[in-house]
């Protein structure tokens, strides 16, 4: 019975969206640096040991999403960042496509909660200061993608 009430707590679906992202920007970061389809790693992480505490169909969508649109992702990111987008961290180029992914295909997510996941991701797996470059690219996106409609 405690199961269902830990199932529905909105706390609890947070977390799992949190895990969801996390694993997508681990599963980007493998895809951009072995090249392996998205399938296969998909598969690989359906394994891993924090899936069970994902949103396992939002880490699909993220995954998904991200990897098949990339090159319209990608022409977005070259818009917003100051270099080419092949000296970007790989880390950090993983959390900018899915937050663009988001700000773009998932209108239901707020902008805000996008730009800080982003910004917990970076400040913990990107480089020193990353997040700050984080936070500005995605801002500027979530303001010209999103405008008033938060």
């Known amino acids: 019975m405690s199961g269902d009430t830990v199932a529905k707590s909105p706390r609890r679906g947070s977390r799992t969206r949190s895990v969801a992202r996390k694993l997508a920007m681990q599963a980007l970061y493998q895809w951009q640096l072995t090249g392996d389809s998205p399938e296969s790693i998909h598969e690989q992480f359906l394994t891993a040991g924090e899936h069970d505490q994902a ?83 995605l801002d500027r996106a979530a303001r010209e993608i999103r405008g008033d409609r938060g």
Do not use: C, M, W
Request: hydrophobic share 45%; charged share 30%; net charge negative.
């Open 55 to 137: 949103d396992a169909d939002y880490f699909a969508e993220l995954l998904r999403g991200s990897t098949a649109g990339r090159a319209e992702l990608d022409v977005k990111l070259a818009s917003y960042v100051d270099r080419p987008l092949e000296q970007l961290d790989p880390v950090e180029r993983a959390i900018l496509l899915i937050g663009l992914y988001e700000l773009t295909a998932r209108l239901d997510v707020p902008y805000k909660v996008t730009i800080n996941e982003a910004v917990d991701l970076a400040k913990r797996f990107g480089a020193t200061d990353g997040h700050k470059y984080v936070n500005a690219i």
